[in-house]
């Protein structure tokens, strides 16, 4: 035991500190029969954490579990005896200093009436516990089955309210049972000399408790302890609090004895995030990198050549430990080795240093880039025309990773490079995690699938749709920064990206800047991602505008485009028109050069994502998520930089139809909270130019664009792959809005209005300040003036 804290078992290595892990107390409540020594047992733990000297001491006199006959100790229990105790304990706060994991406790004495006032106030109690302490009288047969049949039946029932609310937001989280024998310092008197000695105690205890332990899954520990003696009493409330802040059931298949398959997940994307040359082996370097990652200090000589003796020695079937440093196999071992001994607070220590929750998940919170605030209905401080973007050291950090892995692995090609890399990630491509589709069928890609029907996607279904799969995955990684920045930032942290700590929040994710509206030209050029929506006629081509951008040249992608799909999507890199070209790419088919790449691409290019829209009236009523599932909702058309109506060359009821989506849209956007700001610029993208375009169709589309103050339309062909600049003029309007607004006629009358409305306020003040001055000479120079005269008249006076 130690001098600081009323409990504390011993670690393995020196550095295996736990990180605090709860800032709220923890509450434990009491429960059980009459005179079983719960209030009692409640005293001695207030006793025990208010007299830090005596659990030194005690430490030193007492054989676990069992009682001393030695002077000072003797004289601790009778300091610790009450001259009288109430039936009911009031609240005990026990504060975080006195606990070994630096987390404030709070024990809650109950009543065991079994009706009436009592057992409603225990019913309330029990609803709000985080763990439970089931209280008995050690070495009675008959307190041992009312505890299996009256008082574990009852805390199960009463904490079942909790469990569904668990259950509900996703994971069972059941109330932890520590079962409490207590009053051992009595045993004697009934049960006989044999069990008195902690041999024959700890023997009757595992036998007794064995099958109770495996009927309550919840019952965590069992152990006997005595108040009178102050021993033990520490331990219960320890294990009561360490089964809430280090819970078993995450980590341990209690059937099978074996960590569970979530568990052998996270530690595997810790390993591989920590393995940083990615050799699949942690070395001594590694090893002590992570050390202080999880524990902030790093491990002596000697006690990296423990881990590694026990290892050897101990990992079944060897494989464990190479030349090279520690295997994964050898990481999940020691973890394994940990919790089978009761050390799972070194697990989970590990496991919260990297971001995951109690239900080994990544923190939500940490996944809010600041500033955005998370609140229960979503996120704040963000405003509707600002987006993510990934930071580039983050950016440079995970295609790093990409181009190492492949160089590790020279031939291997991207996609594979890619699934390992992201294997450390959520959603396993080849695992659980219901992928669309595994990473890497780059010809018969759909890339609808690129993105989910949310907008969410997964990174390792990226680089499939694109010619060079190294600029689509890192294209994807950017737009995803912008259409769903918590679940990069999930991503990132298992990555192990810079910035991703364990309490720094959003890493590797942070604030673009905001969407201008002035007419200066250039003034979006920072914006990373550009997001145009798509417009038009059934079979007036959107499909194939929007496909064809991500379809590696030559393949048919407007045959694609006719199956029945909603939600297209497509992204990829665009040199905005007018611009200067990036360099030729060095990114070779297996992925390497991917950095380097991004480096040119980063100055050149911007991400292009466009969204096909096919039902106008629904996407001008819905109001959508701005980044990702649970956060802020707006208008979609606030995510809009630009909007694309295709016209086709064919179809002079296509050109109606563009003209009435670009008058309803600006109509939608002048009634937004978006109004202040001018709608998004427009382009007249008019199709099928090799099936010939009719001139009165040409001539419409020209009038539309004059009427509206609209840029030249431009002509293109999805069979002959020929865009007509479509998407580098699509990108240059979003980075230099302004002038190429649309001006609807209600556009028009509601400027002219504005102007009458200023000139009529210019009139005004000139006439109010032509009026003040006529005043003003009128009372100063006019030569029988009342005022004046009164004045000087008063003066002479
Ligand atoms: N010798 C000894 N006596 C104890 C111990 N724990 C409790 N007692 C005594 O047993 C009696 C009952 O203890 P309480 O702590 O009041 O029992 P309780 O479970 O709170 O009982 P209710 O409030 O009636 O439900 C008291 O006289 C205590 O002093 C112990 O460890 N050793
Ligand atoms: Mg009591």
New binding site residues.
């Given amino acids: 035991m130690a001098a600081t804290a009323i409990a504390m078992p011993t670690s393995p290595t020196s550095a295996t500190t736990a990180p605090v892990v709860s800032s709220t107390p923890v509450r434990v409540v009491v429960v ?10 409640i ?1 001695a733990l207030a006793f025990l954490a208010s007299h830090p000297q005596c659990v030194e001491e005690l430490a030193t006199l007492l054989p676990e579990g069992g009682s001393t006959t030695s002077a000072s100790a003797e004289q601790w229990a009778t300091l610790a005896t ?1 001259s009288w ?1 109430p ?2 304990a009031p609240t005990t706060a026990i504060p975080a200093s006195a606990m070994p994991d630096g987390v404030a406790l709070e024990v809650v ?1 109950t ?2 009436d079994a009706k009436g006032k009592g057992a409603d106030e225990r019913a309330l109690a029990l609803a709000e516990a985080d763990a439970v302490v089931v ?1 008995y009288r050690a070495g009675s047969e008959e307190a041992l089955r009312r505890v299996t049949e009256t008082w574990l039946p009852l805390v199960r029932r009463t904490c079942a309210s909790k469990d569904a609310a668990a259950n509900s937001a996703g994971g069972k989280v059941a109330v932890p049972v520590v079962l409490a024998g ?5 045993r004697v008197d009934r049960a006989g000399a044999n069990e008195n000695t902690p041999e024959g105690s700890a023997a009757a205890l595992e036998a007794a408790a064995r099958p109770i332990m495996s009927a309550f899954r919840e019952v965590e520990t069992c152990l006997e ?5 102050l021993a033990q009493v520490a331990e219960v409330f320890y294990f009561a609090q360490k089964a809430v802040l280090h819970p078993m059931a995450p980590l341990i298949d209690s059937d099978t004895s074996s960590l569970t398959p979530k568990c052998v997940r996270a530690l595997n994307r810790i390993f591989y995030a920590s393995d940083i040359d990615r050799d699949g082996y942690l070395s001594d370097e590694e090893l002590n990198a992570f050390q202080v990652r999880c524990f902030a200090a790093p491990l002596t000589a000697d006690e990296v050549a423990g881990v590694k003796e026990v290892v050897e020695a101990r990992c079944p079937g060897g494989g464990g430990l190479a030349p090279q440093g520690l295997t994964s196999k050898g990481f999940l071992f020691l973890h394994a080795l940990f919790v089978e001994r009761g050390r799972s607070e070194t697990t989970w220590a590990v496991l919260r240093s990297h971001g995951y929750d109690n239900r080994l998940e990544i923190r939500r919170d940490l996944t809010v880039p600041p500033p955005a605030v998370a609140e229960p209905d979503g996120w704040t401080h963000v405003p509707d025309d600002q987006r993510f973007a990934i930071t580039p050291e983050a950016m440079r950090y995970v295609l790093e990773m990409v181009d190492t892995v492949a160089g590790a692995r020279p031939g291997c090609a991207f996609s594979a490079t890619l699934g390992r890399v992201l294997s450390t990630c959520p959603y396993d491509p080849l695992g659980d995690g219901a992928p669309r589709r595994p990473a890497g069928v780059s010809e018969s890609a759909d890339v609808d699938d690129a993105l989910g029907e949310q907008g969410v996607f997964s990174l390792r279904e990226c680089a499939a749709f694109a010619s060079e799969p190294g600029a689509s995955f890192a294209a994807t990684l950017e737009a995803a920064a912008a259409c769903c920045p918590a679940d990069l930032c999930a991503q990132l942290r298992c990555l192990g990206a810079p910035g991703a700590t364990s309490e720094s929040h959003g890493g590797g994710v942070a604030l673009g800047p905001r969407r201008r509206v002035d007419g200066e030209a250039g003034k979006n050029a920072t914006r990373r991602v550009l997001e145009v929506h798509v417009f038009g006629a059934p079979g007036s081509g959107k499909s194939a505008l929007v496909r064809c951008m991500a379809t590696p040249r030559g393949a048919p992608s407007h045959e694609a485009s006719r199956r029945p799909r909603d939600g297209r999507v497509a992204l990829g890199y665009v040199t905005p028109a007018g611009w200067s070209e990036p360099p030729p790419a060095k990114a070779s088919p297996d992925g390497r050069g991917c950095r380097d790449s991004w480096d040119s691409t980063w100055r050149h290019q911007r991400v292009l994502l466009l969204r096909e829209v096919r039902d106008l009236d629904g996407y001008l009523s819905m109001t959508t998520s701005s980044f990702g599932c649970a956060e802020p909702r707006v208008a979609p058309f606030a995510r809009c930089d630009a909007a694309a109506f295709t016209v086709d060359g064919s179809d002079m009821a296509s050109v109606a139809a563009a003209e009435s989506a670009i008058l309803k849209l600006c109509a939608a956007h002048s009634e937004s909270t978006l109004a202040g700001a001018s709608p998004p610029p427009c382009l007249l993208v008019v199709t099928k130019d090799d099936a010939g375009v009719k001139a009165e169709v040409l001539d419409a589309v020209k009038e539309l664009a004059n009427r509206f103050c609209l840029v030249a339309p431009c002509m293109t062909s999805a069979k002959r792959g020929d865009f007509g600049g479509a998407y580098t003029r699509l990108a240059c309007l979003c980075c230099e809005r302004g002038d190429t607004a649309p001006v609807t006629p209600e556009i028009r009358a509601a400027a002219a209005a504005r102007l009458c409305r200023q000139r009529a306020l210019a009139v005004l003040s000139i006439s109010a300040s032509a009026c003040a001055g006529a005043c003003a000479w009128w009372w100063w120079f006019a030569p029988s003036d009342a005022g004046r005269s009164s004045v000087s008249t008063t003066s002479a006076k």
């Fill in positions: 059980g029969d009459a005179a079983a020594g719960k209030t009692r047992l005293h009450p105790l039936s009911v004495d009543s065991s209280a207590c009053q051992t310092d009595r302890c005595s108040a009178a003696n």
